[in-house]
């Protein structure tokens, strides 16, 4: 073993929490009361295909929050386009909302530290 061999760590491990938030099409409120719960599932079903963990998942009538574990194997912006992908093509499968759903372009993501998840799960709770 080479003079650098102390450094190395026999499994990786990694703890990257992610806020993210994104908008439905044009900001419509289209996230009502009567089908909020199942496309928060099906976001979470999502993370869950992405390798990932959802801690929580809120927002108004035209956004969704999250906050997740990163998967380190994949990128935020992979995984983000994932959820959106699938969860938008489920909703309009089921005729969950009067007309097309879709989300808008783009997402807006922030690392979160240990130390400010209670934070920002509060934060995302209170949400509406």
């Known amino acids: 073993m ?3 061999s102390k450094f190395l760590m026999p499994h990786s491990s990694t703890s990257i ?3 993210a938030g994104w908008t439905t099409w044009e900001k419509s409120p289209m996230i009502t009361p009567g089908i909020k719960d ?3 599932k099906y976001i979470f079903q999502e993370f869950i295909s992405c390798g990932c963990i959802a801690k929580i998942i809120n927002g108004p009538a035209n956004e969704v929050h999250c906050l997740f574990l990163l ?3 994949k990128s ?3 995984i983000v386009k994932m959820v959106k992908g699938a969860t ?5 499968q089921e005729d969950l909302t009067p007309g ?3 989300w808008q372009k783009g997402y807006n993501a922030v690392s979160v530290s240990e130390s400010q998840l209670e934070k920002v799960i509060s934060k995302i709770n209170k949400m509406q």
Do not use: M, V
């Open 17 to 19: 929490w992610i806020h």
């Open 2 to 4: 080479g003079p650098q």
């Open 88 to 92: 938008s093509h489920r909703i309009n």
């Open 38 to 40: 199942r496309i928060y």
């Open 100 to 102: 097309k759903f879709a």
């Open 71 to 73: 998967n380190p194997k």
């Open 76 to 78: 935020t912006d992979e």
